[in-house]
């Protein structure tokens, strides 16, 4: 049986979107999966998110078409990858040397204020649900980038509860990796199934909203839930926003994960050790977040954001510093709870 590398979050069918509105076919085939490859990584929970330039009128609309993207794309390049519901599914996608690929919100502002839609989306393959990104939506608030950036934060609405109570009948996975502290506590509260942080670090390392505090993460893992470790650096490092700031006016590489003298490297295990040394090997996996949004293949080796190539040295390094749980941080957790999807 392969060896399991799970990536948790990956925002892949918002840049085969923007590819393939400028003509681009075989978007995932040409310019993804060597790298995929060249890590290790066999399954991508891919997040269906919706800029801001599209919301509320457009959400919808870009939505499926980020999902009818991919069947197009699974048409153009047969028995590369697949679209999986299922953990069963994932394994013989796997096992067959395909990708699998699951499909999550990475909040719900295609739903509008319906919470019907939500069984459409899941018969077209949505089986993880975060209810907000980084901003304010009929469902809950997320965690702002900037403080009170859109008013005062608030926990889940009514409507938000509503969602939870169909994702916990079509027996969905929750994400609370962009909720905020009081919607965190409303989650947890609400569900009683499956809840997890697709793509957080830990708050005590780095101050920011994104990040969990250590409360959070021992009450998530008290519920079997998975962090999974995030690549970007202004939740790595406490000085990281100003880091990307200062690379970002310089013309500057974004830190990257690809060997040990970048901060993000460094920085990224000891979040992975913290996690550990609170709740365990059996709560951390990858969630690396790594945008590279429409960025044709030449382009993207010279980018600001890593590709995958560039997180070989650090899966390399979770091996050796977790010799014995190496295989369930890099893929079995995240198995684990892919399990209660049907």
């Known amino acids: 049986m392969k060896t399991m590398v799970v990536d948790a979050h990956y925002d892949l069918l918002l840049d ?7 003509g681009e076919t075989r978007v995932i085939e040409r310019f993804y999966l060597d790298d995929l490859r060249a890590a290790g990584v066999n399954v991508l929970v891919c997040s269906i998110f919706i800029p801001s330039e599209y919301i509320p009128e457009m959400a919808l609309r ?11 794309e699974m048409r153009e390049s047969p028995g590369l990858f697949a679209l999986c519901r299922t953990a069963k599914e994932a394994r013989e996608t796997v096992s067959a040397g395909r990708l699998a690929i699951f499909l999550s919100f990475e909040g719900v502002d295609p739903l509008g204020q319906d919470v019907q839609l939500l069984s459409v989306f899941y018969e077209l393959g949505v089986r993880l649900m975060g209810l907000t990104w980084s901003r304010r939506n009929f469902a809950a608030d997320g965690c702002h980038f900037l403080p009170l950036e859109e008013g005062q934060p608030g926990g889940l609405t009514p409507f938000g509860v509503a969602l939870l109570q ?17 919607g965190f506590d409303d989650v947890l509260r609400c569900f009683d199934g499956p809840v997890i942080a697709s793509h957080s670090n830990s708050r005590a390392l780095c101050p920011v909203a994104r990040n969990l505090t250590d409360e959070q993460i021992v009450r998530l893992a008290k519920r079997g839930g998975v962090i999974g470790l995030n690549n970007t650096v202004s939740f790595i490092r406490p000085d990281g ?5 200062e690379a970002a006016e ?10 040990e003298d970048d901060p993000c490297y460094r920085g990224l295990l000891k979040h992975a050790r913290h996690i550990v040394e609170l709740v365990g090997v059996e709560h951390l996996g990858l969630g690396l ?6 960025k044709p293949e030449a382009d993207r080796h010279n980018s ?33 709870v892919l399990e209660y999807l049907r």
């Open 241 to 245: 926003a100003k880091m990307m700031k």
């Open 16 to 22: 085969v979107f923007r590819l393939r509105r400028m």
């Open 250 to 259: 310089q013309g500057g590489k974004y830190p990257a994960l690809s060997h």
């Open 166 to 182: 169909e994702a916990a009948r079509l027996k969905m996975i929750l994400d609370v990796s962009h909720l905020n502290d009081t």
């Open 62 to 72: 870009v939505a499926l078409s980020q999902i009818g993207n991919l069947h197009c």
């Open 304 to 336: 600001a954001f890593p590709t995958y190539r560039h997180v070989v040295p650090f899966i390399k390094a979770l091996r050796q510093e977790f010799p014995r749980s190496a295989d369930a941080i890099l893929g079995e957790n995240w198995m684990r």
């Open 289 to 294: 977040d790594l945008c590279e949004f429409d």
